[in-house]
């Protein structure tokens, strides 16, 4: 039996692009100016109702993710396509990039290491 090459990270060859969430300029641009707006345009056009807090969080923040049948919804509700709410745009120098592991410090070893310190007291 043969034993598989070992396993090792592959670095992506440039840093992934950053998705622009638009749902609000989308909205604005169809006269839907708040939440409430667009949360009966939800239920009206595409039959998904949300509770007025995630239509607010879609609606005033960046989501970290969407499920694909909002997204669907929302463009059904606006009568738009997912690019006229999300676009990708390539990263910036000044934005952060991917989150690295910082290797662990070597610990010295037990000659390297300073030995306690005592002092010395006055005498009595």
């Known amino acids: 039996m043969t034993t598989p090459p070992p396993l090792r990270a592959v670095e992506p060859a440039a840093p992934a692009p950053e998705v622009e969430w638009k ?14 707006q667009l949360r009966c345009l939800l239920a009206e056009r595409a039959g998904l109702t949300l509770s007025a807090a995630s239509v607010s969080a879609l609606f005033t923040k960046q989501p ?3 499920k694909l049948s909002t997204l669907a919804a929302l463009c059904a509700a606006l009568d738009c396509t997912p690019g006229d709410l ?8 000044s934005s952060p990039s991917t989150p ?3 290797p662990t410090p070597a610990t010295p070893s037990p000659q390297q290491q300073p030995g306690p310190r ?3 007291l006055p005498p009595l």
């Open 118 to 120: 005592h002092r010395s």
């Open 23 to 36: 749902l609000r300029i989308a909205a604005a641009q169809r006269g839907i100016w708040t939440g409430t």
């Open 100 to 102: 690295r592991i910082a």
């Open 64 to 66: 970290s993710q969407v």
């Open 86 to 93: 999300l676009t990708l745009r390539e990263p910036t120098a």
